[in-house]
């Protein structure tokens, strides 16, 4: 059974960072394509980041490039995405998902998900 557990959210104020992890069991996070999205109240969930099994190629949305830095431990089976310079708009639930499509960036292409963790931004 595979199972997808985000950590890390929390409440930061404007400016912080904060650091999510995705620890990954019934699958092996080097063999899939891992991506992070978020979902704000009222709005779509969206793709933030994403890395391919390889680690050769990352994906960022525009409104995170250059804040957010998605990585991947395969000795611990985890992946995480650490966010600096954070605002208010980064306010969402972050959730953790698994695709076999290489370079998938679209919400249909990931067969696994997690069941989120909240982040919120103060100002």
């Known amino acids: 059974q595979v199972q997808l557990v985000e950590s890390g959210g929390g409440l930061v104020q404007a400016g912080g960072s904060l650091r999510l992890s995705c620890a990954a069991s019934g699958l092996t996070v080097s063999s899939y394509t891992m991506g992070w999205f978020r979902q704000a109240p009222a709005k779509e969930r969206e793709i933030v980041a994403r890395?391919?099994?390889?680690?050769?190629?990352?994906y960022y949305s525009n409104s995170v490039k250059g804040r957010f830095t998605i990585s991947r431990d395969n000795a611990k089976n985890t992946v995480y995405l650490e966010m600096n310079s954070l605002g208010p708009e980064d306010t969402a639930v972050f959730y953790c998902?698994?695709?076999?499509?290489?370079?998938?960036?679209?919400?249909?292409?990931?067969?696994?998900w997690g069941q989120g963790t909240q982040v919120t931004v103060s100002s």
């Open positions: 998902a698994a695709s076999r499509s290489n370079l998938a960036t679209t919400r249909a292409s990931y067969n696994y």
């Open positions: 890395i391919t099994w390889s680690g050769g190629n990352t």
